[in-house]
C-alpha cells in the first residue's frame, strides 16, 4: 500500500523539479501561461496525480493532498515571479528604447509680457490701494480750468513754462498733468476723498531719450478735516519702501508747485548705490522720484468746498522716470516702440 | 541762475569753516535746489607759485634736469626747497613756475606723490599749461612760466583769481525775491542764522545840466520809473574784479557801465537799463515817455534784430513828438540808444514793468532776457531807488562822472507806497497743516530773519507782515511753508494716514477685472503696447489708398469720408505727423507688426488697451469748466499673426487664422459676465467692414444695432504694403460697453444627476446657410433637452455638390428629471432632422 503513496509522493517531487526547470527556463509571456495549463490546469499534471487519489489510503489522502497543494501554490508563485521577471525585462528593454535628448525645448506657447510701464503702474495701485486709495480716471482731452486755471495757473502765469501744452483749440488741451483730476475729484465729491489717478499726460516736447510728448503719471489726493504734512510724508515713505526695498528712505525738499502749498519735492535713496553716491545720482545719493504737496486752499475754494474745513495733501509721479530707474532703461522711446526684443525681457 | 560764493559773502556773515557743500544742502532742502557746484580752483588745492633757484642736468638721463624750487612758505612757518625732477626744456633759474606738491590731484587727474625718476628724488612736479587745464599759448610745448611779480608760494588759483566757488540754482517761478545774490543771501542768512548786510549807495549829486521828464501814458502797466542822469563817463573795460563777478556767473564782460548794470540786476534783483543819453537829447532837454507799441513800430535791437513792435509791447520813447524809440521795455534796449564806447553821458533807468505784459513781448519775439525773467516774476517795488542810486554810486566809481539828481513819473511815489500786508496764523493751523509746529520762539526767529514783521500774540499765533520783496506769500499756508522749509522737513515724523476706504470707486472695480483681461492675454502670448496718441492720416491708411484706388474696390473718398468722420485734430500738433488723436486703435497695432517684421521678427501677438478720441458735439447739461466737447471711449484691441506655437522643432507649424481669433475674442466676452444678445454680424456691404480689414473675413460684434467691435482677418493690402509676410488677425472691442456689466459673479450649480446622451449629424446645406443659422434652429427646435451643439468638421468639396457645404455636429441631450429613453432621443433626433429639412433643404449623411 505504502507503495501507491510513496509512487505519488515521489511524482509530485519529480513534477517539481520538472516544472520548476521549465519555469526557470521560460523566455516569452505565453509560456508562462502555456506551463500554468500544463501542470495547474485542470487537466493539468497536478491534476493528473490527484485524479489516482482514489487509489489511496483514507488515512494518507490529507498528507498527500497536502503535498499537492505545496506544490501548486510553489509552482503559482514561481510562476508569477517568472512573469514578472519577463515583464520586467520587456518593460526595462522599452524604457531603454524610450531614452529622449532632453536638452530640446520645451513645446513652448508664446507667453506675451505686459508692458514695463503698464506693469509699475499697477505695482503702483496695488501699493496705494493696500492703504486705503481707490482708483479714479480723468480724461486726457482737459478743459484749462481744469488743468490750469482751477490749479493756480492763469494764462499769463510764469508756472506755464514748466510746461508746454498742446491745444486741442482755444481753453481744450492735453492734460499737462493728472493733477486735473483732482479738480474733476473735488467738483464731484464731497470729502473724505482718498484716491490715485493713473494716466497719460502730454507735453509739447521734440522727442529724444529723456523727453516724450507722451508719458505717464500717478496723482494722488487725500483730503479730509485735518490732513497733515506728516502723513504726507509717511505715505510717501510707506511707498517708496514698498516700491523700492524696506531700507528706502525719502527726504523733502522745499519746492513750488502752484496747486500745493506748502510744496516739496520727494528724493529716495538712490537705488543704485543704496545712498552712497553713483553717477546715476551725481554722487549726492538721492534720486528725485516725485512732487507732492499740501492742497492748496484756492483749489477748495474753486470747487466750492466751505472755507478753512479741509486740508489734505496731493502728490503727482511719473511712471516712465520710475520704469526706468527700477529698470534700467535709459531711453525713453524704447517704451513707446513696442519692440518685441525690449518687452519680451518683462515676461 | 549761477551764484558767486565769494559775492554772496558781501552780503551775509557765514559761519566760519561752512563748506560749499553745506551751504548748497541747505538751500536745496529750503527751496532753492543748488543742481551744480563749479569749485573754479578743482584740482589746484596744493599747487603754488614756485621759484626756480638752480637747474641742472640730471645724471642718468639726458632729457631730464634736476631743479630746486622754493614754495615760499607755502608748506609752514619756513620755507620750504623742493628737490623737482622736469622733463620740460622751457626752464630756468629765476623763472617762477606752478608746482604741484605731494597729495595734490592736479587737473588732469594725475595725482602727485613722493618719487624716484632714474634714482634722483622728486618731491612734486612742474606743470605745463595742459596739465592744469588752462588755455595758454604754451600748451603742450613745455612748463607754464608765470609773471615774475608773482609772490612765491601764492595758492596756484589765488594767482589765477580762480579762487571762487559757483553755485547753479534752479528758482522755481514763485520765488522772483531770488533772482539774485542779496536775495540768495536772504535764506542764507535765516538758514544759517546769521546777519544780512545790506550796502547803502552813496552819492555826492550834481544839478543836472539836462533837464529830464518822465510821463508813463500808462501807469497801470509801469506805476514807476527812475532815472538819473550821468554827465562825463569813460566807457572802456571793466577793472578786473568787476570782470571776475560777470564772468563767474556765466556772462561775458562787455564795458563797464554795461557791466555796472548787470551787476547791480544781480545784486538785487532789479533790471538796470542803461541810455546813451545823448541819443535821447533834444535842445538840452531829456523827455522820456512810457506808452503802449504802436502797430507795425520799427525797431532794432542791441542783438541788431529787426522787428515791427505792436499794442501790446510797452514801449520807452524819447523825444517831444515820442519818435525814438529807445527800448522795448523790460525786455531789451534799441541799438539806437546803446551804450557804446564813444558815449560820454548816460540815463539810467530803473522801473517796474506789467508781469504779463512783458512775458507776452518776451514770449512773442523770443527774446528770454535776464531782465524780462525778472519782470515777469515781479521785482521788489522798495528797490527801485536804491538800485538806481545804487548803479550811479558804481558807475561814477568804475566809469567817473558827475550824477544828476533822480527823477521819476509822477504817479511813482503813490504807486510805491505799498499796503504792508499782514497774516495771522495761529499755532493750531500750524500743526494742522504740518502735524506738529515748532517752538513759537523759532518761529519768530527764522521768519525773522527772512526780513518778515513778526509779532507773537502767544495763544493766538502770530501776526506776519510781509516784507515788500515776497510777492509770493498772501495766505498762512504760504507762511507755514516758510516755517517749516526753514526749520527742516527732517523734523517730521512719518505717519501714515488712517486707514479707511471710503467707498470702492467704479474704476477700481473696472481696473480689477481689466486686470484680469490683460493677464489672459498675456496667458495667450500677446504683449501690451503701447502707442501714441497721436497719429496722421497717412499713418491710419496704413499705405492702403493706392491699393484700394488700383484695385476700385473701394473709393479713395470713401475712406477718406470714413477717416474724417469724428476726428479729434491738435490746433498746436507736434508737427505734420502728429496732427490727430487716434480713433481706432488697430492701426496703431499693425504699425507695432511692421517695426517688428523688419527685425524678422514675424510672430506676432499684441494687444493694447487705450482710449480713443472722438468730437462730439454740446451736451444738453454741460457744465463749462468741464466740458471739452469730445468723447474718449476705452477700447481692447488684439493683432495676431505667425506661428500658433514659436518653439516648435517637431515639424509642420500651424498658422494663427480667423477662429483663433475670434475664440479669444469669445473667451475675453465671457470673463467680462453675461451680456444678453451679442452677435457676430458678417455684413451684406463692404462699406460696414472697417476699412483696414478683409472683406470676407471679418465679423461685426453687434448688441441689436449697436457696434461693439469687429474680429477678422486684417486687409492682406496691409500686410503686403507694410512688408509683413505673414497673415494679420485682429479685433477689436468697446470696453466702455464690456465694463459696464457688474463684475461677474460665479454661482455654483449642481451636476446633472443622470447621464446626457450624444448624437452626431452631419447635414448638407447651400453655402449661404452659416452655422449659426443650424445652431440657431436647433436651439429653438428642441428647447429643454438641449444641452449643447458642437460642431467639429466643415466639408466644402467633390463629395457634396457645388455651392453646398457639410457640417458634422454633435447634440447633447440630457434632462434634470430623468434618464433620457431611447423614444425620447429619437423624437428629438427626428425633429431636428425633420426642422433642418422643411427649412434648409438639408440632406442627411445615412439617411
Not at chain 2, 457744465?623 to 517637431?650: M, S, V, Y
Request: hydrophobic share 40%; proline share 4%; with cysteine.
Amino acid at each position: 500500500m505504502s507503495t501507491v503513496v510513496d509512487r505519488l509522493l515521489d511524482r509530485l517531487a519529480e513534477l517539481k523539479t520538472e516544472a520548476n526547470a521549465k519555469i526557470q527556463e521560460i523566455t516569452s509571456e505565453p509560456q508562462v501561461q502555456d506551463l500554468r495549463t500544463m501542470y495547474l490546469g485542470k487537466k493539468g499534471k497536478v491534476s493528473e496525480v490527484l485524479k489516482s487519489l482514489g487509489d489511496v489510503d483514507g488515512k494518507d489522502r490529507p498528507k498527500i493532498g497536502q503535498e499537492a497543494n505545496e506544490l501548486r501554490d510553489f509552482l503559482e508563485s514561481e510562476l508569477r515571479s517568472g512573469q514578472t521577471r519577463l515583464e520586467t525585462a520587456r518593460i526595462e528593454a522599452e524604457i531603454a528604447k524610450e531614452s529622449i535628448d532632453i536638452t530640446l525645448s520645451g513645446m513652448r506657447a508664446p507667453l506675451g509680457a505686459l508692458h514695463p510701464l503698464m506693469q509699475v503702474r499697477d505695482r503702483m495701485i496695488d501699493i496705494f490701494s493696500g492703504i486705503g486709495f481707490s482708483v479714479v480716471e480723468g480724461p486726457e482731452i482737459e478743459t484749462d480750468f481744469c488743468n490750469f486755471e482751477a490749479l493756480n495757473v492763469p494764462a499769463d502765469h510764469p508756472a506755464r513754462d514748466m510746461q508746454d501744452t498742446l491745444y486741442v483749440r482755444e481753453n481744450i488741451v492735453l492734460r499737462t498733468q493728472t493733477s486735473s483730476v483732482q479738480i474733476r475729484t473735488m467738483l464731484a465729491e464731497k470729502p473724505p476723498i482718498k484716491v490715485i489717478a493713473p494716466g497719460a499726460v502730454y507735453r509739447n516736447d521734440d522727442v529724444d531719450a529723456t523727453h516724450s510728448p507722451m508719458f505717464h503719471q500717478v496723482e494722488g489726493l487725500y483730503v479730509d478735516e485735518s490732513v497733515s504734512l506728516e502723513e504726507l510724508k509717511g505715505t510717501l515713505e510707506y511707498f517708496a519702501k514698498e516700491m523700492f526695498g524696506p531700507k528706502t528712505k525719502i527726504r523733502l525738499r522745499n519746492s513750488y508747485f502752484p496747486f500745493t502749498e506748502p510744496s516739496v519735492e520727494v528724493d529716495c535713496t538712490c537705488i543704485f548705490c543704496k545712498g552712497r553716491g553713483c553717477r546715476i545720482c551725481k554722487q549726492s545719493g538721492w534720486i528725485e522720484i516725485l512732487g507732492a504737496g499740501m492742497v492748496h486752499p484756492s483749489l477748495f475754494e474753486k470747487v466750492g468746498y466751505p472755507e478753512g474745513k479741509y486740508t489734505g495733501f496731493a502728490f503727482g509721479m511719473g511712471i516712465e522716470r520710475i520704469a526706468m530707474l527700477l529698470y534700467g532703461v535709459d531711453d525713453i522711446r524704447l517704451f513707446y516702440e513696442n519692440d518685441i526684443r525690449f518687452l519680451e525681457q518683462f515676461r | 541762475m549761477k551764484i558767486s560764493l565769494s559775492w554772496l559773502k558781501e552780503y551775509v556773515d557765514l559761519p566760519q569753516n561752512v563748506t560749499a557743500d553745506k551751504i548748497a544742502e541747505k538751500l536745496t532742502y529750503a527751496g532753492l535746489e543748488v543742481e551744480a557746484i563749479e569749485d573754479q580752483g578743482m584740482g589746484l588745492d596744493k599747487v603754488f607759485v614756485g621759484a626756480v633757484l638752480e637747474k641742472r642736468q640730471h645724471p642718468n638721463a639726458d632729457r631730464l634736469s634736476l631743479t630746486k624750487v622754493s614754495v615760499g612758505k607755502a608748506l609752514g612757518d619756513e620755507e620750504k626747497i623742493l628737490h623737482i625732477v622736469c622733463g620740460a626744456q622751457n626752464i630756468a633759474k629765476g623763472q617762477k613756475v606752478p608746482v604741484a606738491t605731494i597729495g595734490a590731484v592736479i587737473p588732469d587727474g594725475l595725482e602727485i606723490k613722493l618719487s624716484k625718476i632714474r634714482d634722483e628724488t622728486s618731491e612734486g612736479m612742474l606743470c605745463s599749461p595742459t596739465e592744469l587745464k588752462i588755455n595758454h599759448p604754451e600748451g603742450e610745448k613745455g612748463i607754464y612760466i608765470l609773471d615774475n611779480s608773482a609772490e612765491t608760494g601764492t595758492p596756484f588759483a589765488e594767482y589765477l583769481g580762480k579762487n571762487d566757488v559757483v553755485f547753479d540754482l534752479s528758482i522755481t517761478p514763485d520765488r522772483g525775491d531770488a533772482l539774485s545774490h542779496i536775495g540768495v543771501a536772504r535764506d542764507l542768512a535765516a538758514l544759517f542764522d546769521c546777519k544780512l548786510k545790506i550796502p547803502e549807495p552813496r552819492l555826492s549829486e550834481m544839478e543836472s545840466p539836462c533837464e529830464v521828464s518822465i510821463t508813463s501814458e500808462i501807469p497801470k502797466h509801469c506805476p514807476a520809473y527812475f532815472v538819473r542822469y550821468i554827465e562825463g563817463v569813460k566807457v572802456g573795460p571793466s577793472p578786473s574784479w568787476l570782470r571776475k563777478r560777470i564772468e563767474a556767473i556765466g556772462l561775458r564782460s562787455t564795458n563797464n557801465v554795461v557791466d555796472i548794470s548787470t551787476y547791480v540786476m544781480f545784486e538785487i534783483g532789479q533790471p538796470i537799463h542803461t541810455f546813451d543819453a545823448n541819443t535821447l537829447v533834444e535842445d538840452n532837454r531829456i523827455k522820456i515817455t512810457i506808452r503802449d507799441g504802436k502797430e507795425g513800430e520799427e525797431f532794432l535791437t542791441i542783438s541788431h534784430r529787426e522787428l515791427n513792435l505792436n499794442s501790446n509791447d510797452i514801449v520807452i520813447a524819447a523825444g517831444e513828438k515820442e519818435q525814438i524809440t529807445a527800448a522795448m521795455a523790460g525786455v531789451m534796449g534799441s541799438n539806437q540808444t546803446e551804450v557804446s564806447d564813444a558815449t560820454s553821458n548816460i540815463l539810467i533807468e530803473s522801473a517796474i514793468f506789467d508781469a504779463a505784459r512783458v512775458r507776452a513781448t518776451s514770449r512773442n519775439y523770443t527774446m528770454l532776457t535776464d531782465a524780462a525773467y525778472r519782470f515777469e516774476r515781479k521785482v521788489d517795488p522798495a528797490r527801485l531807488a536804491w538800485a538806481c542810486d545804487r548803479t550811479a554810486e558804481l558807475i561814477v566809481k568804475v566809469a567817473g562822472g558827475k550824477v544828476g539828481h533822480r527823477v521819476e513819473n509822477a504817479e511813482a511815489k503813490t504807486a510805491l507806497e505799498v499796503n504792508t500786508h499782514t497774516i495771522t496764523v495761529s499755532l493750531r493751523e500750524i500743526t494742522r497743516l504740518l502735524g506738529k509746529a515748532p517752538e513759537p520762539a523759532t518761529i519768530t526767529k527764522l521768519i525773522g530773519r527772512l526780513g518778515f514783521g513778526v509779532k507773537a500774540l502767544g495763544e493766538e499765533g502770530f501776526v506776519f507782515t510781509v516784507p515788500t520783496w515776497r510777492n509770493d506769500v498772501h495766505v498762512a499756508e504760504d507762511i507755514i511753508e516758510e516755517i517749516i522749509r526753514l526749520w527742516g522737513f527732517d523734523k517730521l515724523t512719518s505717519k501714515l494716514p488712517e486707514a479707511f476706504v471710503k467707498n470702492e470707486t467704479a474704476v477700481t472695480v473696472q481696473e480689477r477685472q481689466l486686470r484680469t483681461i490683460r493677464k489672459l492675454l498675456t496667458a495667450w502670448g500677446f504683449s501690451e503696447a503701447l502707442n501714441f496718441t497721436f497719429t496722421n492720416m497717412e499713418a491710419e491708411l496704413l499705405g492702403l489708398n493706392n491699393w484700394l484706388k488700383a484695385s476700385k474696390s473701394i473709393d479713395d473718398e470713401v475712406i477718406q469720408k470714413e477717416l474724417d468722420k469724428d476726428f479729434v485734430r491738435l490746433e498746436s500738433p507736434l508737427g505734420e505727423s502728429f496732427n490727430l488723436l487716434r480713433r481706432d486703435l488697430l492701426p496703431g497695432l499693425v504699425r507695432n507688426a511692421r517695426l517688428n517684421a523688419s527685425h524678422r521678427m514675424h510672430d506676432i501677438r499684441f494687444f493694447e488697451i487705450r482710449p480713443t478720441f472722438h468730437s462730439v458735439g454740446p451736451t444738453k447739461k454741460s457744465d463749462p469748466r468741464t466740458e471739452t466737447l469730445t468723447k474718449e471711449n476705452l477700447r481692447l484691441a488684439f493683432l495676431a499673426g505667425g506661428a500658433t506655437i514659436h518653439e516648435d522643432w517637431q515639424g509642420e507649424k500651424d498658422s494663427i487664422h480667423f477662429y483663433d481669433m475670434k475664440g479669444w475674442l469669445e473667451l475675453v466676452l465671457g470673463a467680462f459676465g453675461k451680456q444678453s444678445g451679442v452677435r457676430f454680424v458678417k455684413p451684406d456691404k463692404v462699406e460696414e467692414i472697417p476699412y483696414h480689414m478683409h472683406p470676407g473675413q471679418t465679423a461685426l460684434l453687434m448688441q441689436g444695432n449697436r457696434p461693439l467691435g469687429y474680429v477678422g482677418q486684417v486687409h492682406p493690402y496691409v500686410c503686403k504694403q507694410n512688408d509683413i509676410r505673414v497673415n494679420l488677425y485682429g479685433a477689436d472691442l468697446d470696453l466702455n460697453w464690456a465694463l459696464s456689466f457688474e463684475e461677474r459673479k460665479h454661482r455654483f450649480k449642481t451636476f446633472g444627476k443622470f447621464p446626457n446622451v450624444e448624437r452626431d449629424f452631419s447635414a448638407t446645406v447651400a453655402e449661404s446657410i452659416s452655422a449659426d443659422n443650424l445652431r440657431n434652429t436647433i436651439k429653438s427646435s428642441v428647447k429643454d433637452l438641449l444641452r449643447d451643439i458642437k460642431f467639429f468638421d466643415v466639408y466644402r468639396g467633390e463629395r457634396i455638390p457645388k455651392g453646398h457645404v457639410s457640417y458634422a455636429f454633435r447634440v447633447v441631450l440630457g434632462s434634470d428629471k430623468g434618464t433620457l429613453a431611447d423614444k425620447e432621443v429619437q423624437d428629438v433626433q427626428q425633429k431636428i432632422i425633420s426642422t433642418l429639412q422643411d427649412k434648409y433643404q438639408a440632406q442627411f449623411a445615412g439617411l
